[in-house]
């Protein structure tokens, strides 16, 4: 398929060869352009990077998993330029965590905000460690009806696969929703897996991670939604700016 749509995007995260995701993402944004037609500028930025670099030029941002972070500001920092600046955005896994913990501090004003990976101490643990791990493991996600992850999906429920042991403090449930953020995807005991943003062009939080899924030749929904919700950001700009 000739490419005809495209979008710059940044990729976010400490790049290693020994996170399975990172690996994987070469070959889906090969995909993408291949099977889909949605051409990705793509451009990594390791977490340290952020703060130097114009993330709001870019017209999606994609915060992978591999917390914690090297910069755990410059991942929060990522996802809150691409929040004010209504760009494409997908947390996956840390990702998830970190939008999470960025709306509950800029949005929320709830500055104590901490995760508890990268701060034991911090007072007011946000992001903690789950019950049961879900290193290696696969589980159902059950999707709100109506909600932009059921659409992406065109599913209720899906069988994902996960690679992580921190997740949403419930607690910290009604204040977040307070604030627009939705948590459209749970799993059968309740607990979020999925979080998306009213209002937004396209903000949304996975714990899962869809880059794992399959063999890789084949991408998830959610990441060809944020593709092009990413082509769609660029096109606006192009008209915006009439070129």
């Known amino acids: 398929m000739t490419t005809t749509r495209t979008a710059r995007v940044a990729l976010v995260g400490d790049r290693s060869a020994h996170v399975r995701s990172h690996t994987r993402v070469p070959g889906l944004i090969d995909v993408l352009r291949e099977r889909y037609g949605l051409g990705l500028d793509a451009y990594w930025i390791p977490t340290e990077e952020v703060s130097a670099t114009s993330v709001d030029a870019f017209d ?83 999707l709100a009806r109506g909600s932009l992850a059921e659409r992406i999906f065109g599913v209720e429920r899906a069988l994902e696969r996960y690679h992580c042991g921190y997740g949403l403090e419930h607690a910290y449930l009604p204040v977040l929703e307070a604030h627009g953020l939705r948590f459209t995807g749970h799993d059968d005991d309740g607990e979020v897996r999925v979080a998306e943003l009213d209002g937004h062009p396209f903000m949304l939080g996975t714990l899962f991670q869809p880059e794992l899924a399959g063999d890789g030749t084949r991408c998830h929904p959610v990441i060809r939604a944020f593709a092009e919700a990413a082509v769609a950001v660029g096109a606006t700009r192009a008209a915006a700016d009439g070129s």
Do not use: K, M
């Not at 915060?63 to 755990?72: A, I, M, N, Q, V």
């Not at 691409?82 to 939008?99: K, N, S």
């Open 60 to 142: 999606g941002v994609w915060l992978l998993p591999g917390s914690p972070y090297r910069d755990e500001a410059g991942a929060l920092a990522a996802a809150r330029a691409a929040r004010e600046h209504r760009l494409a955005f997908l947390g996956t896994c840390g990702g998830f965590q970190h939008l999470l913990l960025e709306f509950a501090r800029n949005v929320c004003g709830l500055t104590g905000a901490a995760h508890a990976e990268s701060d034991p101490g911090g007072r007011d643990p946000l992001i903690v460690a789950l019950a049961c791990s879900l290193v290696g493991h696969e589980g159902a996600v059950n």
